[in-house]
Structures are given as C-alpha cells and as structure tokens.
Antibody
Framework: QVTLRESGPALVRPTQTLTLTCTFSGFSLSTGGMCVTWIRQPPGKALEWLALIDWDDAKYYSTSLQTRLTISKDTSKNQVVLTMTNMDPVDTATYYC??????????????WGQGALVTVSS | QSALTQPASVSGSPGQSITISCTGTSSDVGGYKSVSWYQHHPGKAPKLMIYAVSNRPSGVSNRFSGSKSGNTASLSISGLQAEDEADYYCFSYASRNTWVFGGGTKVTVL
C-alpha cells in the first residue's frame, strides 16, 4: 500500500525559508522508475508543478521557481524534502507531494498525499 | 513555461457526454505523448485519470477517455454522473525537463 504524507510549518513569515518533508511508504526511491514530485495549489487557483526527483537523484524544477527551490531525498528514511527560499504571501498554498512512476517518457502521478496548507504572513 | 489553456467550466446533465480541451503548443502538448489528466475534488487529493494521452490507470472508469490532436489534448467523460463533478487538470511535459499544468476546468453536473 502506497502512502505519502506532507509535513512542515503551517505558518511562515515573509522572507523565511520553507522546508517541507514528504514521508512515504509502500515503495523505495532507490527502485528504478520511482520518483517523487511536489505540486502546490494557492487558494482558489490552479495546480502548479514545482519539482521532481528521480531514483537516480536527477532533479527537475519549475522554470519560474528554480532559483528558490531545492529538492532532495533520503532513501534510508523514505523522505523527500523541498525547500523554498524567500517566501512571500503569494506562496500561500496547499503543497502536495506525489509519487511519479516513470513510464516510457511520461511521469504519471499515481499516488498523492493529502496536502499541507502553508500560509505566508507576518 | 505558460499554463496550458482549459475552459474554465463545462457542464452537462446526468448521462450526457462532455469533453474538456487542453490547448498548448508544439513545445508541450503537441510535441510529446506525455499528457495526463487529474480529477480534483476540493479538499481531497487529486486523482490520476489518464496518462500518456489515452491510457487509463487500473480502477478508473472506462467512461473516461483521452485523446490528442496537434497541440490540443482532450478528456471525454461519457455517461456523466454526479460524482464526476470536480475540477479537472491536464498536465504535460514542456521540454527542458519541466512540466506544466492547465488552468483547470470545473465540471458541473446539472
């Protein structure tokens, strides 16, 4: 059974760095084809893809946010960490992590966490 | 990368069929066989409905189907049911190892 759970602060001050952890079970990120990705959704707005890390430790980032994002994995702990620097109120959103399964050039996100709401406010 | 273009809303009566479009460019939708679709009920985790343009994951109803023509992908729902009322998002590879979502479509069952 595959599960993912996001954890991190619910409130972040402007200019601070956000650190979110995705803890998963039911698969290993050292297995070929396995990836974990982060997506966010601001209140009332669309989903936005943020970053992806694969089994081989390759990392991919949203072009518009790449200077602020860092994704990393700890295979032994079954965790993926996303950091976002210089937080702003516009970064207020529900942040999701999901499993992505590499399949012939595509990365369908087949399992998702429930999401973690992060509010940026002073 | 710019978000893919979807209609803001689509509606239909129970039993009817609807189609949601997702328009991009030759650098994303049109250039790769990498479009997926997600159903999102507010407050819940999104659900994968279609991947690689037209493939349905195990457990997804065959009332859902996907296709692509040129730079536009489509998600069709036949035999519309009340439980299909949700937001739907397309998602595509957008070159240079980046991906992009559509703006989302709210499906209303009348």
């Amino acid at each position: 059974q595959v599960t993912l759970r996001e954890s991190g602060p619910a409130l972040v001050r402007p200019t601070q760095t956000l650190t979110l952890t995705c803890t998963f079970s039911g698969f290993s990120l050292s297995t070929g084809g396995m990836c974990v990705t982060w997506i966010r959704q601001p209140p009332g707005k669309a989903l936005e893809w943020l970053a992806l890390i694969d089994w081989d430790d390759a990392k991919y980032y949203s072009t518009s946010l790449q200077t602020r994002l860092t994704i990393s994995k700890d295979t032994s702990k079954n965790q993926v960490v996303l950091t976002m620097t210089n937080m702003d109120p516009v970064d207020t959103a529900t942040y999701y992590c999901a499993r992505a399964l590499y399949n012939s050039g595509t990365y369908p996100f087949d399992y998702w966490g429930q999401g973690a709401l992060v509010t940026v406010s002073s | 990368q710019s978000a893919l273009t979807q209609p803001a809303s689509v509606s239909g009566s129970p039993g009817q069929s609807i189609t949601i479009s997702c328009t991009g460019t030759s650098s994303d939708v049109g250039g790769y066989k990498s479009v997926s679709w997600y159903q999102h009920h507010p407050g819940k985790a999104p659900k994968l409905m279609i991947y690689a343009v037209s493939n349905r994951p195990s457990g997804v109803s065959n009332r859902f189907s996907g296709s692509k023509s040129g730079n536009t992908a489509s998600l069709s729902i036949s035999g519309l049911q009340a439980e299909d009322e949700a937001d739907y998002y397309c998602f595509s590879y957008a070159s240079r190892n980046t991906w992009v979502f559509g703006g989302g479509t709210k499906v209303t069952v009348l």
